[in-house]
């Protein structure tokens, strides 16, 4: 309770930030908060008090478990990441930037709401929060008319799913007398579920479906992603996605386990379309931002196999997955980043020879690249091989081979961009890239190894 | 000892890297025979003390469980050998050439290294497997960055093909891990858990798809003669030397124990694929004008002589197999330096526009001619052990099997003595007039290989002590059902 409250107080500082004429001091300001603020998380870890705000009792709303402790500390750490390339990237919106931050912030306090939700009004609340945050930092380019589309296209596709989210949250309610995760799921338990029952938990589970970009509710992500400033899509496809894995994973484990033979059926299909419409997609795009949108899809499948599993406690595997993933994108971010800025293109052919105007830059996406295609030694592949084994732990093989086979078409698409860097001749534009930007990809790329050399610091904790 | 014969090329490839491109072949040299000298010095160790004295055991991951499980039996010492014998070769065959960025170059020449031994001393099933994944990646980046004009499909395709067997095999494992009661990928406990004979059928084929592909095994080869092709010389030399090693070392180290069963069941289809693989690459290589490509075809056919060896389940067979992994890494290392000589001399790789090499060039003709003699199986060679024990293996399995096996000899002669005979003898014509006889470094590596070829022709006995007491371990897994 107290990480949400801090964040919340951050966000308000950052929106005087402006008044108080601070905003040069703003970016470190934000670092050291979220630092200090990731501390005071982890310090609650196994700490079993309840919630409260002062004498008043929250429990029944919020539960910081250590489901929530964890997967609050690696999104505290993802944004302290994405705010160290803020300071450049927002340079020249200087009048801006407290807003900007202060949004993105906030951002974070609706995913901080989802990971530790207990309630399903809080459930709705954190997604609400999330959601209408990054409706306004989509559209964030106001005289960019691609960000327009990209924030107008989230903002419809998303209140539609908060349509189905609310309606299936109050026929959840209508069946069940209750919105909190333990008597839904003692309801549950005690057998005698009534068909609206499971109409609201189909229509829950649609609009799950729609925040994590699911097949068939995928259409709007690749389109947002390439409209959105870059940065913000870094931050969609990082964070955002993470969240709304969480919260779903949290509704399976601590809330709908007692369905899962119903749902189950759906999630298979799901899963094996969103690997396979993913990756297959991915092939033939040439916009590097769309690449990476549909290669989050098919991540997003891979994802999905965690939470077939959630009856047997995969929520490490779930973490350590979210983690490889969400650091090798920032990584391979604020080095695209600077790439497209000094090409003016957002295409694979502004990658090409790379690796003779910067070997370093180079080197470092091709680890991020085959991170992300599960290639050992990198985390990917241990992320990979997590979810196959708890996926195969729970008798899921046939979809698992299918999602072996259809991680062999996503190297075609990784190695589009290495192929351009390594391979082809360099253009004339000159790679100049910021200092801050290196140091986020080196930190990516350090944590990218580091996780595979000792994956059981952080295998170990959701145990 | 072991983590230092493990460790020592990571340190090279750092090293190199950090030197600058003009002392990387230097360093990268220098740190080689230093590996290869430890090598040496591991050799008398192992004499003495066994393989006990290289056992390394480390946690790493608790669940599910995999650990840093080293060990050097006999087998994994002579691949450890043939790999720490060729590298300091390989980087001085790329001495006195031009390359863009060399310390890159040199450096994944040594991560290679690395990942070679690390296959080869793994004793748990998700590190071996790890380690085998990369290997792929150095290999991957010397034949994109160095290859030739067309590399950049040719590579693709070489990675997606590997990698899509690799993937399999890790499914392969996963499923192992699940059906082993210790629930360990240890090697022992894969040994002595024998899966029911029920799921051996399919986890057979997960596992040998990606050795096969590796190999390579017909018709699995598609990716490789272009590969070899496009890839700088020294890409080659380490892809058709000591990479391919991996996949049939793989199938003798985890295939026959582990899946006996499977083996039985499948091991006919595959040991005929093997065959009819030497039969089709051996006819394509006499149809081949170009010199890499006839190499790389020759060297499908001699491959596939070893895995249906290793597949015929005797001892012959696996002595045979493991005598000729080790001469066919030579010769083909060899082969293919001669081949880069050639092409960096005349530009060109066409067989019928050369000729006459010899008169203008006598020391390179002579060391050429042994390298070839060898390759063709003459006795006296270390190549002719190998494939007379393969064959005689092949033979005790199946009488008709061995005459199309023994047709690679045959036919080995052919397309190597025609190859020799338009590029090295007749008429010296005005692309071969300019053919400036060895420098000091090729005649060094060069005369290496020809002299080894000898010694281990006319004394091959150390490598059958070394690997014996092996061989018998597995043998007898093999044939348990």
């Not at chain 1, 649609?206 to 959105?228: I, N, Q, R, T």
């Not at chain 1, 990658?351 to 991170?371: Q, T």
């Not at chain 2, 031994?117 to 748990?124: K, L, P, Q, S, T």
């Not at chain 2, 693709?156 to 993937?167: Q, V």
Request: glycine share 8%; aromatic share 14%; charged share 10%.
């Amino acid at each position: 309770m107290t990480t949400l409250l801090y964040t919340t107080c951050l966000g308000l500082f950052c929106m005087l930030a402006e008044v108080l004429n601070l905003r040069k001091l703003l970016v470190p300001a934000l670092i050291i908060g979220l630092s200090a603020i990731f501390v005071v998380n982890m310090q609650q870890w196994g700490i079993t008090t309840p919630a409260s705000i002062g004498p008043v009792s929250v429990s029944h709303m919020i539960k910081m478990d250590n489901f929530a402790i964890a997967f609050s500390g690696l999104a505290i750490i993802i944004s302290m990441l994405i705010f160290v390339l803020s300071a450049n990237y927002y340079k020249d919106e200087q009048n801006h930037i407290s807003d900007y931050l202060s949004i993105m912030v906030f951002v974070l306090c609706g995913a901080l709401v989802m990971f530790s939700y207990n309630n399903m009004a809080m459930l709705f609340l954190g997604i609400e929060i999330l959601s209408i945050s990054l409706y306004i930092m989509a559209g964030s380019r106001r005289f960019d008319t691609r960000s327009n589309e990209s924030g107008m296209k989230y903002f419809l596709m998303g209140a539609f799913a908060s349509g189905f989210l609310l309606f299936g949250i109050a026929l959840i309610y209508g069946a069940s007398g209750t919105f909190e995760l333990e008597g839904i799921a003692k309801y549950v338990a005690a057998g005698s579920v009534t068909p609206m029952f499971y109409l609201g938990v189909t229509l829950l589970l649609f609009a799950m479906l729609f925040k994590v970009s699911a097949v068939p509710f995928h259409f709007w992500s690749p389109d947002v992603y390439e409209g959105a400033p870059a940065l913000i899509t870094a931050f969609m496809s990082t964070l955002v996605k993470i969240a709304a894995f969480a919260a779903l994973y949290r509704l399976f484990s601590h809330c709908l386990g007692g369905t899962m033979y119903y749902v189950e059926p759906l999630l298979i299909i799901v899963t094996g379309a969103t690997i396979m419409v993913g990756n297959v997609t991915a092939l033939s795009q040439i916009n590097v931002k769309r690449i990476l949108a549909y290669s989050g899809i098919a991540h997003a499948g891979y994802m999905l196999l965690g939470v077939l599993s959630s009856q047997t406690n995969a929520a490490s595997s779930v973490l350590f997955y979210a983690a490889a993933y969400a650091i090798a994108t920032i990584g391979l971010f604020a080095l695209a980043i600077m790439t497209f800025k000094s090409n003016f293109s957002e295409n694979v052919d502004a990658f090409n020879g790379l690796a003779k105007k910067n070997p370093v830059a180079a080197a470092l996406i091709s680890v991020f690249m085959l991170s992300l295609a599960g290639i050992p030694p990198f985390a990917g592949f241990l992320g990979k091989y997590y979810i196959f084994s708890e996926a195969i732990r729970n008798g899921y093989v046939t979809l698992t081979l299918f999602a072996v086979i259809n991680s062999i078409i996503a190297v075609y698409y990784y190695l589009k961009v290495i192929i351009a860097m390594y391979s082809q001749p360099a253009n004339d534009k000159p790679l100049i890239i910021h200092p801050s930007y290196m140091v986020v990809a080196i930190i990516c790329a350090a944590a990218t190894i580091g996780l595979t050399v000792a994956p059981d610091m952080f295998m170990q904790i959701l145990k | 000892m072991t983590l230092l014969l493990l460790l020592l090329p990571l340190v090279a490839a750092l090293a190199v890297l950090l030197s600058g491109n003009k002392m990387a072949s230097r360093v990268a040299l220098l740190f080689t025979v230093a590996e290869f000298g430890l090598t040496v010095y591991a050799y008398t160790i192992f004499k003495q003390q066994g393989p006990e004295a290289f056992v390394f055991f480390h946690d790493w991951i608790s669940s599910p469980k995999i650990s840093i499980n080293l060990g050097v039996d006999g087998l994994s010492f002579v691949m450890i050998g043939l790999t720490n014998f060729l590298l300091p070769l390989i980087v001085l065959s790329g001495f006195n050439r031009e390359y863009s960025n060399a310390k890159t170059y040199f450096s994944l020449m040594l991560l290679m290294q690395f990942a070679l031994i690390g296959v080869f001393m793994a004793y748990d099933g998700l590190l071996y497997y790890i380690f085998w994944e990369l290997a792929l990646l150095p290999i991957y980046f010397i034949a994109l960055g160095w290859g030739g004009k067309n590399r950049v499909p040719v590579t693709l395709k070489f990675f997606i093909y590997t990698l899509a067997g690799s993937l399999l095999m890790l499914f392969g494992f996963i499923m192992l891990y699940y059906y082993n009661p210790n629930a360990s990928f240890n090697i022992t406990d894969l040994y002595n858990n024998p899966i029911c004979s029920c799921n051996q059928g399919w986890l057979f084929w997960m596992f040998f798809l990606a050795f096969a592909i590796k190999i390579p095994i017909v018709p699995f080869h598609t990716w490789q003669a272009d590969t070899y092709s496009e890839a700088p010389t020294q890409g080659t030399m380490l892809l058709s030397g000591i990479m391919l090693k991996m996949g049939t070392y793989s199938l003798i180290r985890w295939l026959l124990p582990i899946l006996p069963a499977g083996v039985a069941e499948w091991g006919p289809l595959a040991i005929t694929l093997s065959v009819i693989g030497i039969v089709y690459a051996s006819i394509i290589a006499i149809m081949q004008s170009d010199l890499k490509k006839l190499f790389a075809y020759s060297s499908v056919a001699h491959v596939g002589l070893i895995a249906a060896g290793i597949f015929a389940l005797n001892m012959e067979g696996l002595q045979g197999s493991v005598v000729q992994m080790i001469a066919h890494g030579v010769n083909v290392v060899g082969l293919f330096f001669c081949a880069d000589i050639i092409i960096n001399r005349t530009k060109t790789a066409n067989i019928s526009s050369l000729g006459g090499i010899r008169n203008v060039a006598p020391r390179f003709n002579t060391l050429f001619m042994i390298v070839v003699i060898a390759s063709v199986a003459l006795p006296l060679t270390n190549g002719f052990i190998g494939e007379f024990l393969l064959v005689y293996g092949v033979f005790k399995y199946n009488t008709w099997l061995a005459v199309f096996a023994g047709l690679t000899i045959i036919l080995g002669a052919v397309y190597m003595l025609r190859m020799f005979q338009n590029t090295m003898l007749g008429n010296t014509n005005e692309q071969t007039q300019q053919f400036a006889d060895l420098n000091w470094s090729e005649t060094l590596v060069l005369g290496i290989i020809a002299f080894t070829i000898v010694v281990m022709g006319v004394y091959p006995k150390p490598i059958f002590e070394l690997v014996q007491p092996s061989l018998d371990i597995i043998l007898n897994k093999a044939l348990a059902k």
